[in-house]
């Protein structure tokens, strides 16, 4: 595979100063030529295809010198999905891991991980010419008109940003631009560009010149031999003077171009695509790797102390988890356990009705299928029957559980399920998870993996990425739900997992969430301490 990539890369005239193949990494991994690379004083990026990632700490490590050092990495890493993971494993003998976990660790250290082999490429392309991208969007200059719609469409299913351009940038382009073209972002030039190709150049000279605008891709129809000559000569200089990531792309597929045409830009080191989708979304890629440069970690200075007493390899029942959660300031209902009627009744009448029972004993992970819940109680009569019925239905149904008592809590209102977690893996360390919750998670997987140090921002960021975003932002008219309290329980959580290495998941599901300004509350939640 290493042969192949390096003629890939020669064949689009990238520099290679290593092609190395790791064999069956007996004795030396990736890691350590990776630590060998790093130190050679060059700026390019390291371009990596791993079936398997054997010291994953020490890759993180790696990674975090590499982001402080300014070094691009790209990672082709296969093993998305089991048949994948299966083959990697029976062709190097190690144990596959978790794909979504270990992306979500190196891309916090600024690790570029694509999909393809020609992603892998083309983000190489584009670093090696600019490898230091600074995170903003893209500006988009074509000559089709129909062409903008699509690269709107497609920006935004990549999540590449399109930013609207400054006001002094819309009153230099109306200046170069025919009446009837509108200073835009996505910017067609329209036919006028034909009649004068010097407006290539300008308008993107005016782009680039945007603060707002962190990455430039010209998409051009290919014309004939002669026009697609006269527009890339037109615009090469300014992409060739660029130190925003730039890239060129002239649409129509195998349509032939001029050889020349394809040399210039290879002689420039300017990247030259026949696709603009294949550019956009490299451009994307290389736009997350200028945000994840820059990436600011929570502030760490307070945060909630150390969770103690935790059973190595079990979790915890779910009063005592409750209760870790309300030391570290997290929300939940008013109530405590009972571990007789009389003791249940006088807990309800301290809290108020209605109430819900909820029995506890650490082997009964999943109460509600053992008749272990009762909800809905209004009042002493209710709960004198629900006691009854729970007692006799765990008792059917799960025999061999002893029941440490009940919880007897005060019913949360109605609000916006949602699940917030962590899980520290014993080989990469430990990720937040974040997702709408309740019987959803299952359903819709609609959850975003985040790394402990998250900031509330990015937090937010990932919450505008979940598909249930829109429930959240208050559709149909509904309130907007207090996404900051969401956003406190997510950091909450990273600070508890980083204060207790001993603490190997924390799952809180459902979390509900109200209306702005009225909190959280936690409603069942999940702590199991780390097997050694």
């Not at 190489?124 to 719609?149: H, Q």
């Not at 390899?313 to 405590?336: D, F, N, Q, T, W």
Request: hydrophobic share 50%.
């Amino acid at each position: 595979m290493v042969g192949n990539l390096r003629l890939a890369t020669r064949a689009r005239g990238l520099p290679v100063a290593y092609a190395i193949s790791t064999g069956n990494e007996v004795d030396r991994t990736t890691e350590d030529f990776l630590a060998y690379v790093l130190d050679d004083g060059r700026r390019g990026p390291i371009a990596l295809f791993v079936e398997q990632i054997r010291r994953p700490r020490y890759f993180l490590e790696l990674a975090r010198l590499a982001r402080e050092r300014q070094r691009p990495i790209v990672l082709l890493h296969p093993g998305r999905s089991s048949a994948a993971r299966e083959s990697a494993r029976s062709h190097t003998g190690a144990l596959a891991g978790d794909y979504a976990l270990m992306k979500t660790l190196v891309e916090a250290e600024a690790v570029t991980v694509v999909e393809t082999l020609d992603e892998f490429a083309d983000v190489c392309a584009i670093l090696t010419r600019f490898p230091e991208p600074n995170g903003a969007g893209v500006a988009v200059l074509t000559d089709s008109g129909a062409f903008k719609g699509l690269a709107l469409d497609f920006c935004n299913a990549i999540g590449l940003d399109v930013p609207a351009l400054a006001p002094s940038t819309v009153t230099a382009l109306e200046t170069l631009l025919p009446p009837f073209a509108p200073a835009t972002n996505p910017l067609d030039v329209t036919t006028q560009g034909l009649r004068d190709t010097s407006l290539y150049a300008t308008t993107a000279r005016a782009l680039l010149a945007d603060s707002s605008v962190g990455a430039f891709v010209a998409a051009v129809m290919p014309g004939t031999p002669a026009i697609g000559r006269a527009i890339g000569a037109a615009v090469l200089p300014e992409l060739t003077a660029s130190e925003k990531p730039s890239a060129y792309a002239v649409l129509g597929g195998p349509a032939p171009v001029p050889d020349e045409l394809v040399a210039a830009f290879a002689e420039a080191g300017v990247p030259f695509f026949r696709s603009p989708e294949q550019a956009l979304r490299a451009v994307a890629h290389v736009t997350r790797y200028g945000r994840a440069r820059g990436r600011v970690p929570r502030d760490r200075s307070a945060g909630p102390p150390a969770v103690e007493s935790l059973p190595a390899g079990e979790a915890l029942v779910e009063y005592r988890a409750k209760a870790v959660l309300a030391a570290a300031g997290i929300a939940v209902p008013r109530g405590s356990v009972a571990t007789d009627l009389d003791a249940a009744r006088a807990i309800a009448a301290n809290i108020g009705y209605p109430v819900v029972l909820k029995a506890q004993a650490a082997p009964l992970a999943h109460k509600t299928e053992a008749g272990g819940v009762q909800i809905g109680i209004l009042n002493e009569t209710a709960l004198i029957s629900a006691w009854a019925r729970l007692h006799a239905t765990v008792a059917e149904r799960r025999p061999d559980v002893v029941l440490e008592g009940v919880l007897v809590e005060a019913m949360a209102p109605t609000g916006i399920e949602c699940v917030v977690g962590a899980r520290r893996d014993p080989q990469w360390g430990a990720v937040l998870l974040l997702g709408l919750g309740g019987i959803w998670i299952e359903t819709l997987g609609d959850v975003r993996l985040m790394p402990l140090d998250v900031s509330a921002a990015d937090v937010r960021e990932h919450i505008s990425a979940l598909r249930a975003s829109a429930i959240l932002s208050g559709s149909r008219g509904s309130q907007p739900a207090d996404i900051s309290a969401l956003v406190d329980v997510v950091l909450r959580l990273g600070a508890m997992m980083e204060t207790t290495p001993a603490l190997a998941e924390i799952e809180i599901n459902p979390l509900v969430v109200y209306p702005r300004g009225k909190g959280v509350v936690a409603l069942d939640a999940l702590i199991a301490g780390s097997a050694v």
